[in-house]
Protein backbone atom coordinates (compact mmCIF):
# COMPACT_ATOMS: atom_id res chain seq x y z
CA UNK A 1 0.00 0.00 0.00
CA UNK A 2 0.83 3.46 -0.92
CA UNK A 3 0.70 6.48 1.39
CA UNK A 4 1.36 9.90 0.76
CA UNK A 5 2.91 12.64 3.50
CA UNK A 6 4.86 15.91 3.36
CA UNK A 7 8.29 17.18 4.42
CA UNK A 8 10.05 19.77 5.19
CA UNK A 9 12.90 20.75 2.40
CA UNK A 10 15.80 19.46 5.27
CA UNK A 11 14.91 16.06 6.12
CA UNK A 12 13.65 15.57 2.49
CA UNK A 13 17.51 16.30 0.97
CA UNK A 14 18.58 14.19 3.72
CA UNK A 15 16.64 11.02 3.04
CA UNK A 16 17.57 11.72 -0.86
CA UNK A 17 21.02 11.87 -0.48
CA UNK A 18 20.50 8.59 1.63
CA UNK A 19 21.24 10.28 5.49
CA UNK A 20 18.44 9.65 7.11
CA UNK A 21 17.27 5.99 7.34
CA UNK A 22 14.37 6.90 10.00
CA UNK A 23 11.31 8.96 9.82
CA UNK A 24 10.12 10.76 12.95
CA UNK A 25 6.44 10.56 13.40
CA UNK A 26 3.55 10.97 15.95
CA UNK A 27 2.37 7.55 16.20
CA UNK A 28 -1.49 9.09 15.29
CA UNK A 29 -4.66 7.64 13.11
CA UNK A 30 -2.46 8.33 9.72
CA UNK A 31 1.02 6.08 10.85
CA UNK A 32 -1.24 3.92 12.45
CA UNK A 33 -2.26 2.36 9.13
CA UNK A 34 1.32 2.03 7.64
CA UNK A 35 2.94 -1.36 8.00
CA UNK A 36 6.58 -2.56 6.93
CA UNK A 37 6.60 -3.47 3.14
CA UNK A 38 4.56 -0.37 2.36
CA UNK A 39 5.97 2.31 0.64
CA UNK A 40 5.96 6.35 1.66
CA UNK A 41 5.50 9.08 -1.22
CA UNK A 42 6.76 11.91 0.36
CA UNK A 43 6.21 15.17 -1.40
CA UNK A 44 8.53 18.27 -0.33
CA UNK A 45 6.85 21.07 1.17
CA UNK A 46 5.77 23.84 0.62
CA UNK A 47 6.67 23.15 -2.92
CA UNK A 48 5.56 19.43 -3.56
CA UNK A 49 6.54 19.29 -7.61
CA UNK A 50 9.55 17.25 -5.79
CA UNK A 51 8.65 13.25 -4.58
CA UNK A 52 10.17 10.40 -3.44
CA UNK A 53 9.48 6.60 -2.57
CA UNK A 54 10.50 5.12 0.03
CA UNK A 55 9.56 1.38 1.37
CA UNK A 56 9.49 0.69 5.02
CA UNK A 57 11.47 -1.47 6.63
CA UNK A 58 10.29 -1.43 10.26
CA UNK A 59 8.56 0.54 12.47
CA UNK A 60 9.33 1.06 16.67
CA UNK A 61 6.61 2.55 18.72
CA UNK A 62 8.38 4.78 21.46
CA UNK A 63 5.84 6.88 24.43
CA UNK A 64 7.91 10.34 23.98
CA UNK A 65 10.29 11.45 20.89
CA UNK A 66 12.93 11.62 23.92
CA UNK A 67 12.52 7.73 24.64
CA UNK A 68 12.60 7.03 20.77
CA UNK A 69 15.98 9.91 20.50
CA UNK A 70 17.65 8.02 23.21
CA UNK A 71 17.39 4.45 21.55
CA UNK A 72 17.88 5.38 17.82
CA UNK A 73 21.36 6.47 16.59
CA UNK A 74 21.33 10.08 15.94
CA UNK A 75 23.44 8.73 12.24
CA UNK A 76 20.19 6.96 11.23
CA UNK A 77 17.90 10.51 11.68
CA UNK A 78 20.79 12.78 10.02
CA UNK A 79 20.97 14.32 13.68
CA UNK A 80 25.04 13.96 14.72
CA UNK A 81 26.22 16.90 16.81
CA UNK A 82 22.61 17.95 18.61
CA UNK A 83 22.03 17.20 22.33
CA UNK A 84 18.96 14.86 22.51
CA UNK A 85 16.98 17.75 24.43
CA UNK A 86 18.06 19.83 21.64
CA UNK A 87 16.26 17.12 19.36
CA UNK A 88 13.17 17.42 20.94
CA UNK A 89 13.10 21.14 20.93
CA UNK A 90 13.27 20.92 16.93
CA UNK A 91 10.54 18.43 17.49
CA UNK A 92 8.30 20.17 19.91
CA UNK A 93 8.13 22.97 16.95
CA UNK A 94 5.98 20.61 14.95
CA UNK A 95 4.24 18.72 17.20
CA UNK A 96 3.03 19.83 20.46
CA UNK A 97 3.84 17.81 23.68
CA UNK A 98 0.41 17.85 24.31
CA UNK A 99 0.03 15.64 20.50
CA UNK A 100 3.07 13.26 21.61
CA UNK A 101 0.87 12.66 25.00
CA UNK A 102 -2.11 11.97 23.03
CA UNK A 103 -0.45 9.53 20.49
CA UNK A 104 2.74 8.90 21.52
CA UNK A 105 5.96 8.79 18.70
CA UNK A 106 6.68 5.94 15.93
CA UNK A 107 10.07 5.66 14.54
CA UNK A 108 10.09 4.52 10.88
CA UNK A 109 13.23 2.84 9.25
CA UNK A 110 12.84 3.22 5.48
CA UNK A 111 14.93 2.38 2.24
CA UNK A 112 14.39 5.12 -0.27
CA UNK A 113 13.45 3.20 -3.76
CA UNK A 114 15.39 3.69 -7.11
Not at 1 to 24: A, C, D, Q, R
Not at 61 to 67: C, E, G, I, R
Not at 74 to 100: F, K, N
Amino acid sequence: MEHNMGLYESPFNSIKTGNKEVEVRLNDEKRRKLNPGDTIKFSKVPDSNETLTVEIIEMRNFPTFKDMYENIPASDLDAVGGSIDEMVERTYQIYTPEQEKQWGTVAIRIKLLG
